[in-house]
Every structure is written in structure tokens, then in C-alpha cells.
């Protein structure tokens, strides 16, 4: 049964934490060191571009009404105008094709993870204090203790400059043009969609390195926290029921262990994403992929505020969203944590 | 402690005293008893005589400042420069053994500000609960709700350029204080359930006394934990940091800093050293204190092997 009472509750709870995080957002800019529209508009603009700038911010009312009508403007996703990077284009617009980029790398990254991670974890689980679980567990701990500004830079010089295997950086080979076929903003997709195989073949080949290299950290969780589920569950009383009734170790392993031990993965693939929107910003700027994650180091570099407020809610409302569909998720296999 | 069982001289004593108690200690026993976890103390402590070798003896001018003409430029490791020199025919022996102590240094204080925030706002959310509990709680959720990397980077914006890594550390204290605080109320919570506390308070004591003689000895083990797993976490983030151009100022011998010139200068170029031995020096510590943490975690509930945060 769809747990409705439980994701009400979940709703409303989340509707503070929202505010609380808009609110953490408009003070950043209101602490930061300087005059934000003498920063937008550079040292040597004339006093009345200053002014106006001053004005487009609403920097002149006072700071409540300033953040009421943040507040209101974040509710209606309207982060207004950049100033520097993309002048007079308005930060929605300026998300909108800088964010397929970064979640197309999140979600290669994390696919990978469950691919490689979950088959880890069971097989480490079930060879138990052998050198194939000692194997994997120190793997594990050394993925996570890779940092991917090493790991990245390594991999480019390993693949991509001494066996020219892949390309070092970018999303796409030059010689092709995206934004024709552009449907989801994710070329991967988009080339599928459009049929177009020779560039649908550049794009994977593109985003091999980079998904491996964020996806060895979510791989190295997943895979930890898979093995001692399994662990757990192995010891239930109905994993012995079942082998006492005769059913093969195999199967009983892969059909009343390994979905039960899964349930709790879930909530790991949660609380690692944000980690792997973290690695999209490193892994970003270590490939030249112009993501979410780019845009928002160049626009803290540059004071480019409404690009800062812009993506910093961004992230954190995708974050929020994807631990409430993992909670959902959760309730939804697991009844018992509804109460 | 029994100790006139022996014979020996005194060193060995004490020695012994330390055999038993150690011996007594569940938690130090299975410890000790877990190799991974010494090969992750055994790292630790390698990078701490590193650090404190390189602060003691190394000048920092000298070895921040360029050496053109007096070293050769941009050379492989060789013998007698096993690490190779950078753009600015620096030696990266010293730079990178520097760079331990930044960790160290920039990490200890990171992870001691945010492990001391968090341990006052999570036992004071137990202890008072109500109101007390809900603001400083659904406070710590909503610096939950970013990805941490990303809230350090808009944080890091408040502070001035010339903090240099302290705005770095800055930023970070707050990101991770959250983590302790979670931690922390959740041990108090389960501590404050005991019968001593409610007779400690019986007997009139004041509320400062309960939780700093009473309540927060007892939440040691998981603070130490903590402590320990983010150590790693922290010296990554500060890390991160300076390679995104936000921690240390130009010709700091950073880790971080010396990664993000390797990257963006030498990677094309084929000088893989530039990043290679930073980063290797970085992932090693890091390392380290994973492997320690996890044997810890390990030692204080083995049931709760690997449950993450």
C-alpha cells in the first residue's frame, strides 16, 4: 500500500527546512565582504550603472522587505538576471542548460556505483573473511579515500595521453554540434533520440572517464553498505527456514537475502548524493565539462550572485527532493519505519 | 590495575599497568587486534613525524619562492630529485612533506572546531529538549540539506581572500558541525535514559555539571569516531578547496594547491609528477584515517559495522 499519510508528513516537515535553506542562501549574499552591485557592475562602471544595478537587486529596500520578495521569488524558481557570465539571460535559463550536463554525469556516476557496487558488496558478504572479501573491503576504503581531482588527472594521463584511448576532456568531439538536436539537454540522450550514432558514439566515449571517476566513490559506498546488509540479513531466522526446507544455498542467498539486504542500500544511494553532485563540481573542471558544477566556481569567482543563489538552491532542492523519494522508497519496502 | 606481579624495572610497570588496561578495554582490545586499523594508525602517524619534520626544519620562503636558475626546470624525478621539480624549478620533496602539515594542521583545527560546536548544540538539544532541541536541530537539518562541497563553496564566499585556508576552514567547521551534532544528541539521548543521571540531578547538581562530568564522558566513543572518519573527509574537503582556487593563496605548498597546477598546467605537457605526488601523499592520509575509523567503529559496536553516518 502507498504509504500516503507517511509522504504528507514528510511534505510538511520539509517545508521549513526549504525556508530555513533559502534563508541560509539570502544571507550569504548579504554577508559577503563588499558592495554586491559595485562587484556585479566592476570598479570601473559609471555611478548611475551602479545605481540601477543597485536597484534591479532591490539592495535599496530594506532587508526584510528584500527578503520577502527573495522568498517569493524562490518559490516561483525566479532567481533573476546574471550579471557577468551571461549578461541580461536570466539564471533559469542559464540553469536550464548547465543542469542536464551535471546530472547526466551524477547519474552515469551513480548507475555505475549499483552496477559495479552492488555485485561487490554480495560477493564480499558471501565470501566472508576471505582474501576476496579482505580484497574488496580494502578497495572500498580506498575508493572513498581517492580524492577525484587525483584520480581524474591520473586516468586522463593514463587513457587519454599515453594509450589514446579516450578524449581528455569535454562532452562531445568539437567537430559536432549539439544544440540542434537538443531535446533533454543530456547529449547521451539526445543522440540516441536523434538517431544520430556516429555523435551518440562520441558522447559515450566522452563520458566514460568521467562517470568511472565519480562513480568509484558512490561504487565504494554502495558496495560497503551492501556487504553488511547482506551480512545482517544472512543471519535472519527465515534465511535458515528456508535452508532447512531444503532450498539450495544459491538461492536462498539471491532470493531472501539479496532483496531484503537492498532495502538499506537505498538509503546510502541517498546520502551519497549529494557527495556525487560534490564530485560533478570537481569532476567538471577536471574534464572541461561545462556543468552546474563550473558555472558555480567561475560565478563565486567572479561575484556573479544570482548565478550563486541560482545554483547553490538548486542543488540543494535536487538533494532534498532525491532523500525524499529515498525516504519514500524506504517506507514504501519497510512499513515499520512509518510509525 | 595489577602491577606487582612483576619483577622488572619500572618502565616495565608501567608498561604493564598499560598491557591490562589496554586488556580490559573491549573497545582497545579489538582495536589493536584489527591490522587494517594499525596499518591505518601506522599511516597516520608517519604523516604526523612528516608534518611536524617539515614544519621544524624546512623555511617556508624558500620553499615557496621560485628557484629558477638554480634548480633545472620542470625535471623528471630523478635521484636527486626523486619527486621532480615544478614549473618554478622548485624541489617537490619539500613541498609535498609541507604539505603534510598543512593537512595536519588546517584538518586538526577544522575537525576540533566543528567536533567542539557539535558536541555543545548536540548534548544542549538533548539535555533541554522542547524548544531548545527543535531550533537547534531543524537548524542542523537545513545546513544538512546542501551537498557539503557545495555549501562550503558558498560559505567560503563570506570570508576574505586573504584568509587564505583559514576561510577554508571557516567554511568547512560549519559544514561538518551538523554531522557532530546528529552524533552527539543521538548518544546523549540514550545516556541521559540512565538511572546515574537522574540521581546526579536528584542530588542537586547543576545542569553544566551533568553534561560536561556525566553526559558527555559517556558519548566519548562516538565522538571519537566521528572525529576520526571525517578527519579524512576534512583534509579531502580543504583539498577540494584549494584546488577549486578557494583555500590557499598562490605558491602555498598545498596539496590541493599543487594538484590544481598540476592539473592545469603540466597535465597536457606529460609532467605527471606535478599532481602525482601530492596526490598520492593526500590519498595515503586520507587513507589512513579511514582504515583507523572504520576499525574504531568496528571495535565500539560490531553490529554496526559500516552503517555510514
Redesign the interface.
Known sequence: MFPKRFVLKRLLLLVPVLIGVATLVFSILHLSPGDPALTIAGERASQEFVERIRADLGLNDPIWVQYIDFLGNVARFDFGESYVINRNTTVREVLSNTLPVTLELALYGQLFGILFGIPLGVLSAVKQDTITDHATRVGALAGISVPIFWSGPLLILLFAQVLGVFPTSGRISSSFSVSAIRVTGMVTIDTLIAGEWDMFRSAVRHMLLPSLVIGIYSMALISRMMRSSMLEVVRQDYMRTARAKGQGAKITILKHGFRNALIPVITIIGIQFGGLLGGAVLTETVFAIGGIGTLLVEAIEVGDYPIVQGTVLTFAFLFTLVNLVVDITYSYLDPRIQQ | MSTETLTDGDGQTTSRGLVDRVRASPFLSRLLSNR?ALAGLAIIVAMVVIAIYARLTLDLDVISRSQLGTNPNRAAPNLEYPFGTDGQARDLVPRVAYGAWYAMLFGTVTVGASTVLGVGLGIVAAYYGDITDNVIM??M???L???????A????????DSLGLWRAVAALTLVYTPRFARVVRGAALTVLENEYIDATVALGAADPRVLVRHVLPNCLAPITVQSTLNF?LAI?DL??LS????GASAGTPSW?LM??N??SQG??T?V?WW??FP??F??LT??GF??LG?GMRDALDPRM?????
Open positions: 587494517l531543524r537548524t537539518d537545513v545546513l540539506a546542501f551537498p557539503s562541497l557545495l555549501l563553496l558558498a560559505l567560503v564566499s563570506i570570508f576574505p579524512g579531502i583539498a577540494a584546488f577549486l582556487g578557494f590541493g594538484l590544481s598540476g592539473v597535465l597536457l606529460g605527471w599532481s602525482f596526490g598520492l593526500l590519498a586520507v587513507l579511514n582504515l572504520d559495522r559500516e552503517a555510514v553516518d
